[in-house]
């Protein structure tokens, strides 16, 4: 009789379990990220960042007083490796959040797998739109913009402020990205400017050392405008050997991901070409930077490691800054020391954030919506490197291809009305 | 494509297929002396370019003029040929001669990775970028189309340079003509009293030395960064076989034509252009397996 009546007693107290989880010790998260390979020149300023910030957050206390803990993937040591470490992670070292990851091929591949092993994941900087435009996930979300609004934004602003030139040339990696980039951006501009004339489309293999033919091409064709969505050392190459022979001179290059190449690239990079940072992420962020929390982390970063911030760095605040707000969101709004997994996700809904850069959101298909930021460069003396001024902030609500929409069809049904429709806030520097 | 396109296709293809000369030249002489495939030369291409980068980098900012640069290239290459091809052949590859030709590749290879590591280690995994001696020697205008001298002259005249004096080396000089005896024939030559073993040694240094020095003279066109071995390696490769291991005239007219493909694949069919020097050795290889210059080697048993 005893026995049965203490059964019953604890059977009734399972319930409360799900209201509320056991606050654990630390909140473990894992964050994939590249540390070898060309796409380090991104991983690693993330992961100097991700250590700064949790080391900021366990200095006030944690969240709710759980500090934080986060452990590193090399996605440079390949797919497989990456998915049975990050399966390892999760199932066996009670890991509650991923961030995953840099490379979109690696998003497409560790989306499901989360799923799968329903441990929530943020998509922290990948760029591939057709993640959310395939399919519905549960435990997904993406704490940033994706390729779409980021490929508008540069066509808008060149339309804004080059909106005569009449020839474009692209010069893009040979992958994924390049690929993609090139057909979001060229269905834009078709449909916004039909008489452009597409005159080249390059595709040099990844990584390629020397761009040397492609740029004597170029000379011999004179586009008005060269778009190159390229990074990294690509970039380098091709703006050092673009410049070295006078391209740059001759025609405006568009370049969405060369503010992560600035410093590198120092005095090679001339004044006057157009530049995107794949969000509003600029260590001299224009509303941002008198901010004592920018100015604090911005110390902080260039004392660790030598070099200014760059968009991997503004991603990775960006996550982080989810966690904090969805599990502050799910702690308050059910009244508990510490959210379930249901909580969690059910605060990720509609969740609004702020990293180092403007509030983001996540709106119901899990996407992030960021407002995105292009300038035209300037060698003003202030760096040893090209800065930025003319700047145009566009709202991220404007540029995002609208909820159960495919990116490619939306983007070929607008017109030039549309630069019109695109709230923005325009700054000198 | 008219005459103007022509002649542009042409030059930007005697720029390409000069660097690429340059370190395929000492690939193939170390097949051809030591019938060793090493693997490894790509990452001797690599530290050649970093070594340049960081000689360069040094010595310029003592305040001293960009013309140095060019001198510091041959010190890098001489560096990586005695500092890593020495101890490379001496302590590794002098005790697998004898051994099947798939573990002196495996060996090779392993030193191939063991450098990429090390690359990564002494100078980590950011792009560098070191142009001054580019600079330095300015632009050329042809056909409304600019040019650096340095890629336009400078490198061609580098590789024709090298392929020459290599050349009256092995033909005109003892030192030469004992290369090309231990080549020949191994064992005919010891038994006449010609030491093997220092002419193996030597060799390799000078083949790594040339490695290097493509890094070398490669490194102000172009970011420095890990896996740039890694390219020039199967790159040079395909020369090498698509001449025929050992054939150093051959590797010449191999790397001009793959230069000349691949830079004309940009002008009329650029999608193509990444294909290009593996079409094309893909092609000569299923007509003349031993490549085109190469003779089908008799085995001794």
């Known amino acids: 009789m005893k026995t049965l009546f203490v059964t019953t007693a604890l059977c009734a107290t399972l319930p409360m379990t799900a209201l509320a989880a056991e606050k654990p010790e630390t909140l473990k998260i894992g964050m994939t990220t ?28 944690g969240i709710n007083g759980v500090p934080l803990e986060v452990s590193f993937i090399d996605e440079g040591a390949g797919a497989e490796a990456l998915t049975s470490e990050y399966r390892r992670l999760v199932e066996s070292e009670g890991v509650e959040v991923m961030f995953a990851s840099i490379s979109s091929g690696n998003c497409q591949t560790l989306a499901p797998l989360a799923e799968d092993l329903q441990v929530p994941n943020f998509m922290w900087d990948c760029g591939t739109q057709k993640i959310f435009e395939e399919q519905d996930y549960e435990y997904v979300f993406r704490t940033q913009a994706n390729a779409t609004p980021e490929m508008l934004a540069a066509v808008i602003y060149l339309l804004k402020t080059k909106p005569d030139f009449k020839t474009i040339a692209v010069v ?258 | 494509m008219n005459l103007t396109i022509f002649l542009l296709a042409l030059f930007d293809g005697i720029a390409y297929a000069a660097l690429v000369f340059i370190v395929a030249l000492g690939l193939t002489l170390i097949f051809g002396v030591m019938r060793i495939l090493n693997v490894a030369h790509g990452s001797l291409y690599a530290i050649g370019a970093y070594a340049t980068v960081a000689l360069t980098g040094f010595f310029l900012s003592l305040g001293l003029a960009p013309a140095l640069s060019f001198p510091l290239m041959l010190v890098a290459a001489i560096l990586v040929g005695i500092l890593l091809g020495g101890p490379i052949e001496w302590l590794l590859l002098r005790r697998i001669y004898d051994k099947p030709e798939v573990l002196q590749l495996l ?105 290097g020095l493509g890094g070398a003279l490669a490194s102000p066109t172009t970011s420095i960064l890990p896996g740039m071995g890694a390219d020039m390696i199967v790159l040079s490769f395909a020369v090498v076989a698509t001449a025929g291991l050992g054939q150093i005239e051959g590797a010449a007219l191999t790397a001009l034509m793959i230069g000349l493909g691949r830079s004309f694949a940009v002008y009329v069919w650029p999608e193509v252009a990444v294909l290009v020097p593996y079409l094309i050795m893909v092609l000569v290889l299923l007509v003349r397996p031993e490549g085109l210059f190469g003779s089908p080697a008799a085995r001794k048993i």
């Not at chain 1, 091409?217 to 050092?240: E, H, K, M, N, Y």
């Open chain 1, 34 to 61: 590249f540390l070898t390979g060309p796409a380090s020149v991104f991983g690693v300023p993330a992961q100097e960042a991700a250590k700064i910030i949790v080391e900021n957050i366990n200095a006030e206390g």
């Open chain 2, 107 to 211: 060996v090779t290879f392993a030193v191939f990775m063991i450098l990429e590591d090390v690359q990564r280690l002494v100078w980590g995994t950011q792009p560098y970028f070191e142009a001054r001696a580019l600079q330095a020697l300015g632009n050329v205008t042809v056909f409304g189309v600019t040019y650096t001298v340095y890629q336009l002259i400078l490198l061609p005249a580098v590789a024709l340079v090298l392929l020459l004096g290599l050349r009256f080396f092995l033909r005109r000089t003892i030192l030469g003509k004992l290369i090309t005896a231990t080549t020949e024939d191994r064992e005919a030559a010891q038994s006449i009293g010609i030491d093997a073993d220092k002419v193996f040694l030597l060799t390799f240094i000078v083949g790594a030395a040339l490695g």
């Open chain 1, 172 to 429: 893009n990696q040979d992958y994924a990205w390049g690929r993609d980039s090139w057909n979001i951006f060229s269905t834009a501009l078709k449909a916004m400017k039909p008489d452009v004339e597409v005159v080249g489309e390059f595709f040099p293999k990844f990584g390629a050392p020397d761009f040397s033919t492609e740029i004597s091409r170029l000379q011999a064709l004179r586009p008005d405008v060269i778009l190159s969505t390229s990074w990294g050392g690509d970039l380098d190459t091709f703006v050092q050997q673009a410049s070295q022979r006078g391209l740059t001179n001759s025609s405006t290059f568009v370049l969405p991901l060369a503010e992560s190449s600035f410093e590198r690239l120092g005095a090679s990079l001339p004044a006057g070409h157009i530049v995107g940072a794949r969000g509003d992420h600029y260590f001299l962020h224009p509303e941002r930077r008198e901010d004592a929390d920018f100015k604090a982390f911005m110390e902080e970063y260039e004392s660790r490691t030598g070099q200014v911030s760059v968009y991997p760095v503004f991603h990775t605040s960006q996550a982080f800054a989810a966690l904090q707000a969805a599990y502050s969101k799910a702690i308050e709004e059910n009244g508990v020391d510490w959210p379930s997994e249901e909580q969690l996700l059910a605060a990720m809904e509609g969740l609004e954030f702020q990293g180092l850069g403007r509030p983001v959101k996540i709106r119901e298909d899990h996407q992030g919506v960021e407002d995105q930021m292009m300038g035209t460069t300037v060698q003003n003396g202030d760096y040893p490197f090209a800065t930025m001024e003319n700047i145009m902030i566009f709202d991220g609500d404007d540029i995002t291809t609208p909820v159960g929409e495919e990116s490619i069809e939306w983007v070929s049904g607008l017109d030039a009305s549309f630069i019109d429709t695109v709230a923005v806030d325009s700054f000198e520097n």
